[in-house]
Each structure stands twice: as structure tokens, then as C-alpha cells.
């Protein structure tokens, strides 16, 4: 479980974004350019090494192809439910916490959601620092309101991490995995280590059994507050897991047959 964040954004301020790089989403391998070019192998060492599923852009940069992609994905187990990509960059994934595992790493988190997310940042296939050099990385992730509101994490306002720095705390932010059970998204951005400034974002108020729309932006800025080079945005909705539904319906059923 990932229980610290610093990702350097000490000197981060609310600015005015610049112009953004607009391209046309894709879904599938990734590749670049999309749909039948050079496949980007998915290399993140925890697992998922597969570069299927994903919606992801292509934008050139100074000649180069800057390929940026998101996907939600299991997590610790594929008996949790692979997602249901529905189209519209929209993906559908199960509530509830984590199914076991037979043999759970040590920092296996019995109360994770079933699903996590991924993303890909490469500039002609390569996640090198060096091939990203002059580039920031920065997220946003909106949670549903439905039930009174489960905040946000993250800003856009400027870059948060500088790829061609290398990893960052052991982070490697070209590519990754995480999920919203993370003791780091309930923190705003004033009491987020390595950060402290205020207003920059709210914090999550995550819960696996909260159904609704979580909304995900990655933006690649050439320098900390340049130009949007690269984004790509994905809707991950929480619905009922099967079971869950086959439980409300058994019920409902109950009841009308007391009413009865």
C-alpha cells in the first residue's frame, strides 16, 4: 500500500494553463502513431504487462511522437473483475473491497477497491528520462457528487512532476499503477508532503462501495507551466458487483413476497 507522497511540488501556483495540445483519443494497444503503428510495450514492473485497453492520444512534439495513455485495470487479482470498456473513453468497473488472494504481497491492502488504473507516458516508444526531457507530468482526478461529494486530487494548473528527472521517491510517473485506496489521496494539497501549498486540490474522501463517475486527466506540459504538448481524460463508473445486484433483487424479492 502506498502510504507517502512527495512528488515536488513545492514551487507549484495556480497559473492561467496555456494553450492545449488537442488530439483524437484512441482505444486499444497502445501504439504510435494510433491504430496500426509501432505497439508501446506496458513494461510497469508490479504487473499488468500488457499494453491493451487503453485510451490514449498522440501528439508530435518537436518531431517526435508523444503518446499519452490511461486505462483502468483489477487490481492485486483478475477475480476482481476486469473493467467493461463501454465506449466514450468510459470505463466500468465493480464496487466493493478486494476478493483475496492466495498468496498477497506485503503490502496486499484487504480493504482496496477491486479496481485500479494505469498510465503510459512515452515519447516514440521510450520512457526514458532522457527521451522525456523538458516534459511535466500532472493529474487530475474529480470524484462523483451524487452522494454529497467525494472531492478531487491533483491540479492542472502547472506541472507536478518533471519526467526527464528520473523517479521520483522510487515513482517512476512515465508509467504506473495505483489506486484510490492510497493514503495519500485523502490529503488536500497544503498537507501533502512535498507540496504545502493550499487550494491546489481538496483530497478524495474514497470509498470502494461509493458508486458513480470518477473523472481522470493526464496533461503533459513542455516545462513546469508551458504549453499542454499531450492529454488524455477517461471516466472509470463504479457500479454493482454482480453479486451485489443478485442480493438486492433476492431482496427485493422477500419483501413482496411478506407483503404478500
Do not use: K
Not at 112 to 124: H, L, T, Y
Not at 207 to 231: C, E, H, K, M, W
Request: glycine share 16%; aromatic share 12%; hydrophobic share 35%.
Amino acid at each position: 500500500m502506498r502510504t507517502h507522497a512527495t512528488i515536488g511540488l513545492s514551487s507549484l501556483v495556480a497559473l492561467a494553463a496555456a494553450a492545449t495540445a488537442s488530439a483524437q483519443q484512441s482505444y486499444g494497444n497502445l501504439s504510435y502513431p494510433a491504430n496500426g503503428g509501432t505497439e508501446i510495450p506496458f513494461t510497469w514492473s508490479g504487473g499488468d504487462n500488457d499494453n491493451s485497453g487503453f485510451v490514449y492520444t498522440n501528439n508530435q512534439v518537436n518531431g517526435s511522437w508523444l503518446t499519452v495513455g490511461m486505462r483502468a485495470s483489477p487490481f492485486y487479482t483478475g477475480d476482481n473483475g476486469f473493467p467493461n470498456y463501454v465506449g466514450n473513453n468510459t470505463f466500468q468497473v465493480q464496487a466493493g473491497t478486494t476478493l483475496p488472494i492466495a498468496n498477497p504481497p506485503s503490502s496486499f491492502d484487504p480493504n482496496a477497491p477491486r479496481w485500479g488504473f494505469n498510465w503510459s507516458i512515452s515519447m516514440d516508444g521510450s520512457r526514458d528520462a532522457s527521451s522525456l526531457t523538458g516534459l511535466w507530468w500532472t493529474m487530475r482526478i474529480t470524484g462523483p457528487n451524487s452522494t454529497g461529494g467525494t472531492g478531487n486530487w491533483g491540479t492542472l494548473a502547472g506541472g507536478m512532476v518533471n519526467l526527464g528527472g528520473g523517479a521520483v521517491n522510487g515513482t517512476d510517473y512515465s508509467q504506473g499503477r495505483w489506486q484510490l485506496g492510497y493514503n495519500f489521496f485523502p490529503l488536500n494539497s497544503q498537507n501533502t508532503p512535498g507540496v504545502g501549498i493550499p487550494g491546489l486540490w481538496d483530497g478524495l474522501a474514497f470509498n470502494p462501495n461509493t458508486l458513480g463517475d470518477y473523472q481522470f486527466t493526464i496533461d503533459i506540459r513542455q516545462g513546469q507551466y508551458g504549453a499542454v504538448v499531450g492529454s488524455t481524460n477517461m471516466t472509470v463508473s463504479v457500479v454493482p458487483a454482480p453479486g451485489a445486484i443478485a442480493l438486492v433483487g433476492a431482496a427485493g424479492l422477500a419483501g413482496s413476497r411478506r407483503r404478500r
